[in-house]
Nanobody, 127 residues
Framework: VQLQASGGGLVQAGGSLRLSCAAS?????????LGWFRQGPGKEREFVAA????????YYADSVKGRFTISRDNAKNTVNLQMNSLKPEDTAVYYC????????????????????WGHGTQVTVSS
């Protein structure tokens, strides 16, 4: 599966952005659990949010809980990340990732569990 993230940009603190990640290729999108990660300047890549194959289970990093929402549309082969109340510390390149699994309601929280990665989209939050 190929993943392409989009929707990044420059926003003021307190603003919102919606990231999308489209999957393509000879795949059954609903066979993959999905996640978002980010890598800020001078930092290691970190987990942001994850969602199960059928979308019934989600998990968030403490730093974004209550502000970000992950969702998926299996009919459109997309996973989204709605980001509200953005902070300067949210500035990073955001990556979507996918892991094929037979488990319908589990999510993955570490980058090592994901097999496929998109190229990333830059999010910059100004103060």
């Amino acid at each position: 599966v190929q993943l392409q993230a989009s929707g990044g940009g420059l926003v003021q603190a307190g603003g919102s952005l919606r990231l999308s990640c489209a999957a393509s290729g000879r795949t059954s999108f609903s066979s993959y659990r999905l996640g978002w990660f980010r890598q800020g300047p001078g930092k290691e890549r970190e987990f942001v949010a994850a969602i199960s194959r059928i979308g019934d289970s989600t998990y968030y990093a403490d730093s974004v809980k209550g502000r970000f929402t992950i969702s998926r549309d299996n009919a459109k082969n997309t996973v989204n990340l709605q980001m509200n109340s953005l902070k300067p510390e949210d500035t990073a390149v955001y990556y979507c990732a996918a892991d094929r699994t037979s488990y319908a309601s589990t999510y993955a929280r570490t980058q090592y569990e994901y097999e496929y990665w998109g190229h990333g989209t830059q999010v910059t939050v100004s103060s």
